[in-house]
């Protein structure tokens, strides 16, 4: 069982090495055919440091994107915990009158 769990880790490691490599190497095709046409070994230097910026600005989103959806969860349960304690209050008042 251990093993598979190792397994599983080890994949999910090598899958975000190979996106991470393909995303470099990427920027440094694109860096290479624009920006540095005379200066090709700049690319790969410039490559590396936008892809760090580019993933940790992907992080950042994905952060940001779930905080907006951990407010609206919050507001959402507050207002169903708010709505069942009113729902019980009048159950109760409606079926204790005679």
Do not use: C
Request: no cysteine; net charge negative.
């Amino acid at each position: 069982m251990i093993e598979a769990e190792v397994d599983w880790i080890r994949l999910g490691v090598e899958a975000l090495l190979w996106i991470y490599n393909w995303l470099v190497y990427t920027i440094t095709e694109l860096l290479r055919s624009t920006v540095f046409k005379g200066r090709e070994e700049l690319a790969q230097d410039y490559a590396s440091a936008t892809t760090i910026l580019v993933s940790m600005t992907a992080i950042y989103l994905i952060l940001t994107l779930f905080e907006g959806v951990k407010k609206f969860l919050k507001m959402l349960l507050i207002v169903g915990w708010a709505l069942l304690a009113v729902a019980l209050a009048l159950g109760m008042v409606s079926t204790s009158a005679p």
